[in-house]
């Protein structure tokens, strides 16, 4: 295990004695199923004080949404809490009134006033994807003053302008108008502004955070992060922020809970969880985050071995226009430049990291490079094995058809890209029947073959993919991926949706795969870690422009563009006494 | 912005109407033979000659010689001045023939769709709401027999019913006195108190079908995490349910209005038989069979302007209640 420096952390900051607004003793919140009751909290106990940040931190399935949904009496049906209490004392906080005010949430109905009195009044709770947990045909404004006019008698226009003064806080331009405008038209980082101004409305004791920051950008995480940050240094809030990001947690954390499996694992202070973790399971936790954020060793000692090939894509001066003009009278100028005279070369054996924000271009030229999308200009010269060279770009027929064969796909969701309805034997073969290289006992041959190299059993062929957890199923992804020997892999953020612990495994089994069938890799990526990780190069884009390319160490030690730079100190660090986030470099373009 | 939308709506249907005349117009000329044949055909079943010269000078005096498309000319451009031509067979301007029954027509089927919607609304919400209560496969398997029982049927029944157990007089929508009278305060009464049973037998299958929908829709909606967002806020649960899902839910519905209008009127056709309505429906029939080509034409472009008013009022009314469709 790579040690964290045994110095002994100096205290974050000076911590005064906080009162305790919510404890929460012995919750096990049940779900009846067939086989009995399952229980998706198993026995938490945790407390948050005014003022501070506790994280909870799990993998998915791990209870923490639920034990979060716990407290307000929100759990999705059939689940409810089935022991514990959950007190919220309300006499130590601003609101209320000297005596002693505790209400045992656990034990409210969850339809009654009680609860619905305090859902959003006293605790206030923010999740994770800002586009989906906002109604899309209701005004911002429409659904903050609806807050505000449920648990206080003010008239609609107070209401409003209540509302537009929390779009103010938390800095969303020109609030006046803002206001009357719809989810929509908002980006994800103004969306989740928005969401967070809703949930202050009625001055919360509590904010529960649900991966607030989870679907955001990684710049866009570093501002919100900073705001909820400031939010609660004005309004003393207690904070519970749940998330799976250990750089996250890092960086706000002032007290941190692990969960697994429903089971509350460790508790402590960010510093004991950190610098002296005592259960293997957050030990392993630790060491699957700082396992990524350095060069694989493995990629490393096989470089040294083996060298780079010769260039096998030529990427030259590519672009790709959306035309964005629709409706009778074509209005000119309504052009989207998702590609703007791109220029990038993958040598044989290499890994190629493309690293940007959403809407950068990245996604765009891995489809382009498998022609899901045409070019709007430029070449793209794939050097195949018989020494012939392609023009991607304007490929057709049978030459296309021969460049799909050598350049295959792995994607991000290894839920949606997989078909419910076949089963594993059929989404591996699919690719060799539907080009007639293999079919009957020499397809299934060939399928048991290629689920070996992916490591899954040979009797995962009869299943279908729910039967799988993501991991595995990312696995299926890969295993059709390589079915047709390709020279060429596009990895569409083949890692986001997995788990941190088995994000090093599926590089790894990539880079396994590279060594065993010499393959190439253009490895897309918002992830600097696993970027830093798994490519040898890195190209950062930024607006459908290639900013800086060049050696993956280079880029992230000692960055040359001002964009570049910027992305890198917002990229939050696993290690809480390098909380640098919040002096972090801003970039903006032409500036 | 929705007023660009709607003016922009209204303008496309300009080229589609004209489209929809011109296949309207091929239709009726697509049988083989044309109005005269037919009447020599029929002169000649009961026995009588018919004396080519004549069938010739008519031809040439209706115009039944010329081309496709300077018939279609002609006939477009008397229908942009309000003239229908002359109906054939009932040497009468068609205009005079139609009205009154495309009018009776559009009233049953508006009459229909309110009455489908205030049956499939409440009960959509309630079965998704309760989804696999009793109450849910109550209404489900009597949504189902309403979806599998062919319209004609259920109005045979009815009658029946209505005749035999309560001596009601069940055929048209007028009582025999008003029949032919003029329209009057008493008169409107009277179709009032006719048309329930045609709106019930029509509405059923219909009702029956947006039930499910509702139901599908909703179920999609209540799951969706701005519905846990509101909870989270301390919505109580009835206003939560129609301020969020039911609202996003309803967009399909309107979207009803498009197909259910059409779907009534030549859906009708047979009902309208069987309960002797005087609508549209039979006339048409009658028309077509009888190859009057400008009555005919004149219902089917009527019924096409329709459902092309039917789309553009739930266009808009889709626009007023999602955002989303207005701003793209």
New interface residues.
């Given amino acids: 295990m790579a040690t964290v420096t045994p110095l002994r952390p100096k205290p974050l900051a000076q911590r005064a004695e906080a009162p305790v607004v919510l404890e929460v003793e012995g919750l096990v919140t049940a779900f009846p199923t067939r086989h009995g009751l399952f229980k998706a909290v198993d026995d938490v106990s945790f407390a948050l004080e005014a003022g501070r940040t506790l994280c909870v931190v799990g993998e998915s399935g791990s209870g923490k949404s639920v034990t979060a949904r716990s407290i307000l009496q929100i759990v999705d049906t059939p689940g409810r809490i089935v022991e514990g209490r959950i007190l919220l004392h309300r006499h130590r906080t601003s609101r209320g009134k000297g005596s002693d005010d505790t209400v045992d949430l656990a034990s409210l109905e969850p339809r009654s006033n009680a609860i619905r009195a305090i859902r959003g009044r006293d605790i206030a709770m923010i999740f994770q994807e800002p586009m989906s947990s906002l109604s899309p045909v209701h005004t911002i404004g429409n659904q903050i003053g609806e807050v505000i006019r449920l648990h206080e008698h003010v008239s609609k226009k107070a209401a409003r302008a209540r509302s537009i003064e929390l779009l103010r806080q938390v800095e969303i331009p020109t609030p006046e108008t803002a206001v009357d405008r719809y989810t929509f038209e908002f980006s994800g980082g103004m969306r989740q502004r928005a969401m967070i101004a809703m949930s202050l409305a009625c001055n919360p004791s509590v904010l529960i955070a649900d991966e607030p920051t989870t679907a955001l950008d990684v710049t866009t995480q570093a501002e919100i992060l900073g705001l909820i940050k400031r939010l609660q240094d004005d309004h003393g809030m207690a904070v519970m922020f749940i998330t799976h990001d250990m750089g996250v947690v890092a960086e706000i954390a002032d007290a941190i809970v692990v969960m697994r499996h429903g089971k509350l694992v460790e508790r402590g202070s960010v510093e004991k969880i950190f610098f002296e973790p005592q259960h293997d399971y957050t030990k392993m936790l630790l060491q699957a985050v700082l396992d990524l954020d350095r060069p694989s060793e493995r990629r490393l000692e096989r470089r040294a071995v083996q060298p780079l090939g010769p260039p096998v894509v030529e990427i030259r001066n590519l672009t790709k226009h959306f035309d964005l003009r629709h409706g009778l009278f074509k209005r000119k100028g309504h052009v989207l430049k998702a590609l703007d005279d791109v220029d990038l070369a993958l040598r044989m054996g290499e890994n190629l990291g493309i690293v940007g924000e959403s809407g950068s271009g990245k996604t765009t030229l891995g489809r382009c490079l498998l022609r899901v999308h045409d070019p709007s200009g430029g070449a793209m010269l794939y050097h195949g094995a018989n020494g012939v060279t392609a023009d991607v770009a304007t490929a057709k027929g049978a030459e296309l058809a021969a460049v799909r064969r050598d350049i295959r796909m792995i994607f991000q969701d290894p839920f949606a890209s997989l078909n419910p309805r076949m089963n594993v034997a059929q989404i591996v073969g699919e690719p060799l029947l539907v080009s007639g290289i293999a079919s009957g006992a020499d397809l299934r041959k060939r399928v048991g073959e290629l689920l070996d190299l992916v490591g899954l059993p040979a009797n995962a062929m009869e299943r279908y993919p729910h039967a799988f957890s993501g991991g595995q199923r990312q696995r299926i992804g890969i295993a059709r991926a390589i079915a047709l020997e390709p020279r060429v892999i596009v990895a569409d953020e083949a890692t986001s949706a997995l788990d941190v612990s088995l994000r090093t495994q599926v590089l790894d089994l990539l880079l396994d795969l590279q060594e065993r069938l010499g393959l190439s890799f253009i490895f897309i990526s918002h992830d600097i870690s696993v970027i830093r990780y798994f490519c040898d190069r890195v190209a950062v884009m930024y607006r459908g422009q290639v900013v800086e390319v060049g050696e993956t160490e280079d880029v992230c030690n000692d960055p040359q563009h001002g964009y570049t730079k910027a992305l890198l100190s917002a990229v939050p660090h696993p290690d809480p006494r390098h909380r640098g986030m919040l002096g972090r470099h801003r970039y903006q373009a032409g500036a | 912005m929705l007023l660009t939308y709607i003016v922009?709506r209204i303008?496309?249907t300009i080229p589609f109407l004209f489209a929809v005349s011109l296949v309207s117009f091929a239709l009726i000329q697509a049988p083989p033979g044309d109005y005269l044949t037919t009447f020599a055909a029929t002169l000649a079943q009961s026995g009588d000659m018919v004396d080519e010269q004549r069938l010739e000078a008519l031809r040439t005096r209706y115009g039944l010689d010329q081309p496709f498309i300077v018939q279609y000319w002609k006939w477009i451009s008397g229908v942009l001045q309000g003239d229908f031509g002359i109906s054939f067979e009932w040497q009468q301007p068609v205009s005079h023939l139609i009205w009154e029954r495309m009018a009776l027509s559009v009233c049953l089927a508006l009459s229909t769709l309110l009455f489908t919607w205030a049956i499939a609304f409440p009960i959509g919400i309630y079965s998704a709401v309760r989804k696999y209560s009793i109450g849910d496969y109550i209404v489900t398997t009597i949504g189902f027999l309403g979806l599998a029982l062919p319209n004609f049927l259920l109005a045979l029944v009815l009658m029946y019913v209505g005749v035999v157990y309560f001596g009601a007089n069940v055929g048209g929508l007028f009582s025999q006195e008003y029949q032919m009278a003029p329209w009057s305060w008493a008169k409107v009464v009277d179709l009032l108190e006719h048309i329930w049973i045609p709106v019930v037998i029509l509405g059923t299958s219909s009702s029956a079908a947006l039930i499910r929908i509702m139901r599908a829709n909703l179920l999609d909606e209540l799951?969706?995490?701005?519905v846990?967002?509101?909870?989270?806020?301390?919505?109580?649960?009835f206003k939560l349910l129609i301020?969020?899902p039911v609202?996003?839910a309803l967009n399909p519905f309107v979207s009803t209005i498009g197909w259910a209008f059409p779907q009534l009127i030549s859906g009708a056709v047979i009902t309208a038989f069987v309960l002797s309505l005087p609508t549209a429906g039979p006339l048409l029939l009658q028309a077509l069979l009888a190859q009057d080509m400008y009555l005919a034409g004149a219902f089917i472009l009527l019924l096409c302007t329709l459902t092309v008013v039917g789309m553009l009022v739930s266009d808009i009314l889709l626009a007023l209640?999602?955002?989303?469709i207005r701003?793209?």
């Avoid at chain 2, 799951?223 to 701005?226: G, I, M």
């Avoid at chain 2, 209640?321 to 989303?324: A, H, I, T």
């Fill in positions: 922009k303008i496309w799951n969706k995490p701005y846990t967002t509101a909870r989270a806020k301390g919505l109580s649960e301020k969020y609202r996003l209640l999602d955002p989303r701003y793209q």
